[in-house]
């Protein structure tokens, strides 16, 4: 059998539970892929914003490490530059002779220069709302083509309502909304259309080739045209669990962020929701039409598939909306989905898995080679040997904008996050699955116990800034990096 061709398909900011079996929201052709393959039930995020996520998931690297710790948009140009020279599996793939291509958001780095990172081809978007927050514009000459072709506008949307949050001096926030329009008008729809070209053209070739697409969606605002959105009655949504969560017992700043929300009733939640939902199923009838061309060109047989997301969305989960600090599950938890050669099929696996597991687990699927990283390979998981895989993932939040640095850490059923601005946190999912509980005060042995192992990680993988922070000023972790 030649190499396999590697189809990877991510979405931004599309919680793990969206593609749950017993979710509101329907994903078919996600539910056929999973059930060809293997679905990871708890695959945490390294980071809960694009950039740090992304960048840990071509190189396999925590954020310290690959060194894009905020998103690239805001920050001075300096900081907006990974380290050089960082290992990207895209890169080693094209060395091998694959033909690559990306479509679709980037939001890495700063230089937009695929070429530099193993892509032939390219052609990357943004979301309508970037250029309203300062983001440098990528030329999207190719979608406004599309747009006029369908006589729709190219600047603004035709809109049918808008759901807006407003605070006063901030410039109001476009939280969900429908348009009128066809879905054929959607970057979602243009993205795959990008990919479905490539294929075609792939198809006709000889070499094995990889092809990235990664869509803007669902990341808010949540905008969906009116035939997507008629799919859900959001008067049929419940709250969540935690949708009444006072947040007492956890940091301040996490009550401070539950009240950006504080104008917004259950029914307003509930129609984000809906459009939320809405968006996740256009993008699903999107992953459809390019395996469907998967199929008809025969090379299906042949073709890894992978569908991820960077991060998750609170969605109402404690009262909070987007992601950032707190460190709450929603946030984390991203779906992860393999099939194609090497891979079980109709398998869920339980484990705690990670996005730096990634980049090592495609090199070894396609190249049969390691990947130097601080990942693992998924392959003995994905073979169905889960026996010695231990159970445990880390992240870091190095702020957003604002610095509240945060280090998290989950081992089987338990989740240490050492805020450095407040006080700790410790739940047992198990027990709590909607973290209720903050259990750092009544669990010392353990919070010591899990701040250890956080120190071993740091010192590791060379997160010095943190491994060093034994100056008096800093000594407030349940116990010290010597131990
Ligand atoms: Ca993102």
Redesign the pocket.
């Known amino acids: 059998m030649p190499r396999p061709n590697l189809l990877v398909l991510m979405t931004?900011?599309q919680r793990a539970d969206t593609v749950d079996p017993s979710s509101p929201c329907r994903t078919p052709n996600l539910q056929r892929l999973a059930a060809q393959g293997t679905r990871f039930r708890r695959c945490y995020s390294t980071n809960p914003?694009?950039?740090p996520?992304?960048a840990s998931l071509m190189t396999g690297l925590l954020p310290h490490s690959h060194g894009m710790v905020d998103?690239t948009h805001t920050v001075e140009p300096y900081r907006a530059d990974l380290k050089p020279d960082l290992p990207f599996w895209s890169r080693r793939l094209r060395e091998a002779g694959y033909r690559t291509g990306y479509y679709g958001?980037w939001?890495i780095e700063r230089s937009n220069r695929l070429e530099d990172f193993g892509f032939d081809s390219y052609e990357l978007m943004e979301s309508f709302e970037a250029a309203e927050v300062g983001c440098r514009r990528v030329p999207d000459t190719g979608f406004l083509e599309r747009r006029r072709s369908l006589g729709l506008p190219e600047s603004d949307r035709r809109w049918e309502r808008k759901g807006m949050v407003r605070h006063p001096g901030y410039r109001d926030l476009l939280l969900h909304g429908v348009v009128d329009e066809p879905v054929e008008g959607t970057r979602e729809h243009y993205v795959f259309s990008r990919g479905i070209d490539f294929l075609n053209g792939a198809a006709r070739g000889d070499r094995p080739w990889c092809l990235f697409l990664s869509t803007a969606g669902p990341?808010d605002p949540y905008v969906v045209p009116r035939e997507y959105r008629r799919r859900y009655d959001a008067r049929s949504l419940a709250p969540p669990p935690s949708f009444n969560d006072d947040l007492a017992g956890r940091p301040g700043i996490y009550r401070r962020m539950q009240r950006v929300w504080d104008q917004l009733e259950w029914a307003d939640f509930a129609e984000a929701t809906a459009c939320y939902y809405a968006f996740c199923s256009l993008i699903d009838d999107q992953v459809g039409r390019v395996l469907r061309v998967l199929e008809e060109t025969g090379l299906s047989e042949n073709t890894l598939v992978l569908f991820l997301?960077?991060?998750g969305d609170y969605m109402g989960a404690h009262r909070l909306m987007l992601?950032g600090v707190p460190a709450f599950e929603e946030a984390y938890r991203v779906p992860l989905i393999l099939t194609g050669p090497g891979v079980n099929p109709g398998q869920e696996v339980p484990g705690i898995v990670s996005l730096l597991d990634v980049a090592p687990t495609l090199t070894e699927l396609t190249l049969g080679e390691s990947f130097s990283c601080q990942g693992r390979s998924l392959r003995p998981l994905l073979e169905g040997n889960g026996s010695g895989w231990d159970s445990e993932a880390y992240a870091e939040m190095q702020g957003q904008r604002m610095a509240y640095t945060q280090r998290v850490l989950w081992r089987d059923s338990h989740k240490y996050v050492f805020n450095t601005f407040d006080e700790d946190e410790l739940y047992d999912l198990d027990q709590d699955p909607h973290e209720l509980r903050n259990l750092a005060g009544s669990r010392a042995p353990l919070c010591r116990e899990m701040a250890a192992r956080m120190w071993e990680i740091a010192r590791a993988t060379g997160d010095y800034n943190l491994y060093e922070s034994q100056y008096g000023c800093f000594r407030w972790a349940p116990v010290g990096p010597e131990l």
């Open positions: 931004d900011q914003i694009c950039s996520s992304r998103c958001k939001h990341h997301s960077d991060h992601k």
